[in-house]
């Protein structure tokens, strides 16, 4: 089964408004990432976080880690329509090498 | 530094046919990764190469190979294509083996078969 999932799996905003995407996984994970992708177009890496680390930070992106209840969250401040994509987080578990997709999340940033 | 390439991006080919798809990681990077992408299915992983040898394998059939060169590009194949095998595929490279480092994707390969 997939180790990670998103929700919501669509959101529709203002422009200017933030944007809160959820994603939980099943069992012990070395790190998460957060990944962009646009229209059927390859991934762009956003963040990727340990599991060590509790909250990281790039640009108008915030991701959170709570491993105690295996989830995370990316959070987008002062959301453009440029940031009109699907978000997916992967997670690496541990004891294996492969990095697990989530279905996504569909953000619609509305001008 | 340039990034992920893909080639080609686009590709029609018919049921029970082969095809190749090719991918050259970002320079130094010595991992790749192969996904395929479905309306359906999502991202799943396919197989990764690291140092011309395939180190995870996802859960696909042996018509799905692959393998990786000296320079680290790297190539899949899948043979007798089914109509399911219509998707997207993405390769993305690494520094180092697994899932402890960022993975950068190119484009990708959108496969069609008929």
């Known amino acids: 089964s997939q180790q990670g999932e998103e929700d919501p799996q669509a959101l529709s905003i203002q422009e200017g408004e933030n944007a809160t995407m959820n994603c939980s996984y099943k069992t012990s994970i070395n790190n998460l990432q957060w990944y962009r992708q646009n229209s059927g177009r390859g991934l762009v890496h956003l963040i990727l976080?340990?599991?060590?680390?509790r909250e990281k930070h790039s640009g108008r992106l915030r991701v959170t880690l709570d491993t105690s209840k295996k989830s995370s969250s990316l959070l987008i401040t002062a959301s453009r329509a440029a940031d009109t994509a699907s978000y997916f987080c992967?997670?690496?578990?541990?004891?294996?090498?492969?990095?697990?997709f989530g279905a996504g999340t569909r953000l619609f940033v509305k001008a | 530094k340039a990034g992920v390439t893909q080639t080609p991006r686009y590709l029609i080919k018919t049921r029970g046919q082969q095809v190749t798809l090719s991918c050259s990681p970002i320079s130094g990077h010595r991992s790749v990764s192969w996904y395929q992408q479905t309306p359906g299915q999502g991202l799943q992983f396919l197989f990764e190469y690291f140092s011309e040898t395939q180190r995870n394998k996802g859960n696909f059939p042996g018509r799905f190979s692959g393998r990786q060169f000296s320079n680290s590009r790297s190539e899949m194949n899948v043979s007798t294509l089914e109509l399911g095998d219509s998707a997207l595929y993405l390769c993305?490279?690494?520094?180092?083996?697994?899932?402890?480092?960022?993975?950068?994707f190119g484009p990708g390969t959108r496969l069609t078969v008929t």
């Open positions: 992967a997670t690496g578990y541990t004891g294996g090498f492969k990095t697990i």
């Open positions: 993305a490279s690494s520094t180092g083996q697994g899932n402890f480092y960022e993975q950068y």
């Open positions: 976080i340990r599991s060590n680390e």
